[in-house]
Nanobody, 121 residues
Framework: VQLQASGGGLVQAGGSLRLSCAASGRGFSSYSTSWFRQAPGKEREFVAGISRSGGITYYADSVKGRFTISRDNAKNTVYLQMNSLKPEDTAVYYC???????????????WGKGTQVTVSS
């Protein structure tokens, strides 16, 4: 499966963005998917993940209550709604897919190209 993230940009603190991850190839609904992010000089970290059906979600503590992950299997797309953005959310955001919800960047089958999110103070 090929993944392409989009929707990043520059936003002021307190603002919102919605990221999309479009999948091509066969069997998207067979994959659990996640969003990761990587800030300059830091390791890639887990942000949010969602099961194949969308019924189970996971969030990093740093984004709980502010970010929402969802998916539309009919459109082969996963979304990350980001509200109340903070400067520390600034990073390149990547989507990832695997047979189980990816929660570690070291064990992911498929990565998409990232999209830059910059939050100004």
């Amino acid at each position: 499966v090929q993944l392409q993230a989009s929707g990043g940009g520059l936003v002021q603190a307190g603002g919102s963005l919605r990221l999309s991850c479009a999948a091509s190839g066969r069997g998207f609904s067979s994959y659990s998917t996640s969003w990761f992010r990587q800030a300059p000089g830091k390791e890639r970290e887990f942000v949010a993940g969602i099961s194949r059906s969308g019924g189970i979600t996971y969030y990093a503590d740093s984004v709980k209550g502010r970010f929402t992950i969802s998916r539309d299997n009919a459109k082969n797309t996963v979304y990350l709604q980001m509200n109340s953005l903070k400067p520390e959310d600034t990073a390149v955001y990547y989507c990832a897919a695997d047979s189980i919800v990816p929660r570690s960047a070291t064990s992911v089958d498929y990565w998409g190209k990232g999209t830059q999110v910059t939050v100004s103070s």
